[in-house]
Structures are given as C-alpha cells and as structure tokens.
C-alpha cells in the first residue's frame, strides 16, 4: 500500500539502517564484549524496515497504519537502547551521535506517513 514514487525513501532508509545496527551489533559483541543490550538493539532496530515492507502488503489503509505505526514504537524502543548504550559509555558519542539522527529520521517519515495516511482516511470518508 505504500505509494511508489521513483525512490521509497523510507524503504531505502530502514533498510541502510538495519544494515548499521547489524554491524553496530558485531562490533559491540566482538570488540566491546557487551551481549544484552546490543540484542535487543538488534532486534528492534532491525524489525523497522522489516515491518515497513510488512506494511506495503497490508490489507487495508488501516492495517497499514497499524503495521507502520508498530514500526514507529520499534524505532522509539532502538532510540532508548542507543540512548543507553551511550550513557553508559558503550558508544562514543560521535557513534552515537551518527546512528541516533538516521533513527530520529526514520521516525519522523514514520510519523509523516502515518499522518497523511490518517489524513486521506478521513477525506476518503467525507466523500
């Protein structure tokens, strides 16, 4: 359900995303010997794109705003765990800094996308 336009930027930009948190992950178990907090980074982060294509096969406008909206609890939960990993000096904070603006990004289309959706909902129902 996702509208093709020449580039699905939130598609391409998850995906990239999910690429970093996976080496952000191998580089926290191999080189910072940090096992906990780096899998749960993992598997939030990497589910964003993940149930953003899950999205572009929903059955409904209302299915897709639920699918996307799930992944925007998903990118909030990565936010909280990079967050903490840079508190607790896991992450230098140019690291941190770095992956924390394409996670801040990503939920900003997210939240964007959800609007405009719920918006064209509604003009949808008026007519």
Known sequence: MLIEVKENIIKIKSFAFSIRIVRLYQY???SRKEFVMSK????????VGALIR??????SRSDFIHKLGVAQ??????LYWLELLRATDYLAELEFESINQNALEI?????SIIKSTKSNKTIDKNN
């Open 28 to 30: 926290m178990c191999d």
């Open 40 to 47: 749960q980074l993992l598997r939030c982060g990497t589910s």
């Open 54 to 59: 899950e999205a572009e096969q929903a059955e």
């Open 73 to 78: 609890k998903e990118i909030n939960e990565t």
């Open 107 to 111: 939920i900003k289309i997210l939240t």
